[in-house]
């Protein structure tokens, strides 16, 4: 099986900007949960999508937004970028959502100048 | 809300040490335990996880962790490390609703 893939990879952008990520999960994996990373705060849920509803969201101000797809695909959106939405963006992917296990994708790496 | 804390983030050992490493969470009810690792250049993994029954679970590469409800910890313990345990290691809590919980995160290096 596949496993879970993200894109873009790296992502450049500058302040004020919009950036929308990717997420692809395992095939037969209706649950996508996504997480930000960052040296000082570790990981941090950002929110969870089961069969296009959005269950769960985390302490993250209205700039994060995000959308689930028929397909279970994934996308996260962040606007009005700030210097401190520089982070490693996971999604992970399981079959019905925590407590199951999560698989997790190689992440976006997004640098805010 | 669930929170997860974990101690001395940053953990240097020569190979055949034993390795522990403490997590602590803050949450009232029944919680399911997790313990991710990632290994440099790769995607975070599962290395085991508590639901219920023996406290003492083992997981892969011959990692386990004990529950202890009492103090609200879940440690994560290896008798011999090697130099391939080189890692970062993160506790997780799932109190029943949809999202994990991680703590910060131990960054291991192991001197060979």
């Known amino acids: 099986k596949a496993g879970v893939t993200q894109t873009p990879r790296y992502l450049i952008k500058t302040r004020g900007q919009q950036v929308t990520l990717s997420c692809s999960p395992i095939s037969g994996h209706r649950s996508v949960s996504w997480y930000q990373q960052t040296p000082g705060q570790g990981l941090q849920f950002l929110f969870e999508y089961f069969s296009e509803t959005q269950r769960n969201k985390g302490n993250f101000p209205g700039r994060f937004s995000g959308r689930q797809f028929s397909n279970s695909r994934s996308e996260m959106n962040v606007s009005t970028l700030e210097l401190g939405d520089s982070a490693l963006y996971l999604c992970a992917s399981s079959l019905t959502g925590p407590p199951d296990t999560q698989y997790f994708g190689p992440g976006t790496r997004l640098t805010v100048l | 809300a669930q929170s997860v804390s974990q101690h001395n983030h940053h953990v240097i050992l020569s190979e055949a040490a034993s390795l522990e490493l403490g997590c602590n969470y803050s949450?009232?009810?029944?919680?399911?335990l997790f313990w991710y690792v990632q290994y440099p250049g790769q995607h975070l993994q599962l290395l085991l996880k508590y639901f219920s029954g023996d406290p003492l679970v083992k997981g892969i590469k011959g990692f386990e962790a004990e529950f202890i409800k009492s103090k609200f910890s879940f440690n994560l313990r290896k008798p011999s490390v090697q130099w391939s345990d080189t890692a970062e290691y993160f506790c997780?809590?799932?109190?029943?609703?949809?999202?994990?919980?991680f703590g910060k995160g131990n960054q291991v290096v192991v001197i060979p």
């Open positions: 997780a809590v799932n109190g029943g609703n949809n999202r994990l919980a």
């Open positions: 949450y009232g009810g029944t919680v399911n």
